[in-house]
């Protein structure tokens, strides 16, 4: 494999460090050109002294003269503000990992794509808020999409190429998460801590508290939808435990493939940044004796509303799909600040969509879409005002 040069976007964040990781463990195939972040100047520092990229870039333009100042003698340009973080994202590059959480990521990638960069995409929110116009940008601009996210990335090498007319059901696969067994007046009442507690992955606590409400998995049926071109009715979930089979399609001929490997993301990490090629990933070998059981349900729509409402966003299609997403990170944001509970965060979400019927797209453009969660994300804010910590 010849030496790829790597960007990172949200490199302090788990999708960053995870990329940041396998790359360390191949330093003469890979090299990193810039490395961009949210806000934790430190951290973003003490990246760049290990990789040594051209440029850096910290998001929160407050952090501009400490960045400087942390990197001074190094030779390493850096930049601070919304501007800068394009800039780092349009550097020359073979990849770029997009693993900024939320909106904020979606127009430093998709200036990536502009540049016609293959893309190992993280950034659920691209596809979720954007879908339509992003991936008809990439195949505008030749931008490569690879799924970076474990259920869609174990769908992608299933797949492997083959006509999607044969696939009959996609779906994939959910542990459940911490709060699988919980009664919904359990759920609804949880805390930041038991939301947090998750069995199988380490992610930041905004992923986190999505797979508790089971949002997240429904976030991921709309990125299926617009990554492999799959109708909803041919989209489906199935929680599994265990964490080992992340994907399954059923194919026209009654056969079914399914996608394996250890719940870790380096995985699919060193799967998008060989590819097409295959590196080692340093995670232990899929034992499935020692393991096994590998046990299926299906999931419990009353428990978990917020699946339900991820369901109706698909289907509705339009700009729905950005209204429930912005309501959520607003609403997620909220019970993780303990102003809110638990089962208020699907509530919130319901309310907002509610009021957004109606809503037309108008311009497919990454820019309509944007206004479109600025907006959701107002009502969302209102809402949570008018009711304060009180069920909705």
Not at 199 to 208: A, D, E, L, V
Not at 243 to 272: E, K, Q, W, Y
Not at 349 to 372: D, H
């Amino acid at each position: 494999m010849t030496r790829k040069r790597v960007v990172v976007l949200g490199a302090t964040g788990s999708v960053g460090r995870t990329a940041l990781a396998v790359i360390s463990e191949h330093p003469d195939l890979f090299s990193v050109e810039a490395l961009v972040a949210g806000h934790d100047v430190d951290a973003l520092a003490q990246l760049a002294r290990s990789y040594r990229p051209k440029m850096v870039a910290i998001a929160d333009e407050a952090g501009a003269l400490a960045l400087k100042s942390a990197l001074s003698g190094t030779g390493i340009e850096t930049g601070a503000g919304p501007q800068a973080v394009i800039d780092a994202a349009c550097i020359d590059c073979d990849i770029v990992v997009a693993g900024i959480v939320g909106t904020s990521g979606l127009l430093p990638t998709f200036a990536a794509v502009k540049q016609g960069r293959m893309i190992a995409l993280a950034n659920k929110e691209c596809l979720v808020c954007a879908g339509d116009a992003f991936m008809a940008g990439a195949e505008y601009y030749g931008s490569r999409i690879l799924p970076l996210d474990s259920e869609h990335n174990a769908l992608f090498q299933v797949l492997d190429g083959q006509d999607k007319k044969f696939v009959t059901k996609m779906t994939l696969t959910a542990s459940g998460g911490p709060f699988r067994k919980w009664s919904k007046e359990a759920i609804d009442s949880a805390s930041v801590e038991q939301a947090l507690a998750h069995p199988n992955w380490s992610m930041g606590p905004k992923i986190t508290i999505d797979s508790a409400s089971m949002m997240n998995k429904g976030l991921e049926l709309i990125e299926a939808h617009h990554i492999f071109g799959i109708p909803a009715e041919r989209l489906d979930v199935l929680i599994h435990p265990q964490s080992i089979i992340h994907g399954l399609i059923s194919f026209a001929d009654g056969s079914v493939s399914a996608g394996m490997a250890m719940p870790d993301m380096r995985v699919p990490t060193a799967h998008c940044l060989a590819y097409p090629e295959r590196i080692t990933s340093g995670v232990v070998p899929l034992d499935l004796a020692a393991i096994g059981q590998l046990s299926f349900e299906r999931p419990d729509l009353v428990r978990f509303p917020a699946l339900a409402l991820a369901h109706q966003a698909l289907a509705a299609g339009g700009v729905m799909p950005a209204v429930m997403n912005a309501a959520n990170e607003v609403a997620v944001q909220t019970f993780l600040n303990g102003q809110c509970a638990f089962g208020a965060i699907s509530d919130i979400v319901f309310a907002v969509m509610e009021q957004a019927v109606g809503w037309t797209v108008g311009e497919r453009s990454i820019e309509r879409y944007l206004a479109v969660d600025v907006d959701a994300r107002r009502i969302a804010r209102d809402i949570i005002t008018h009711y304060a910590t009180m069920r909705l």
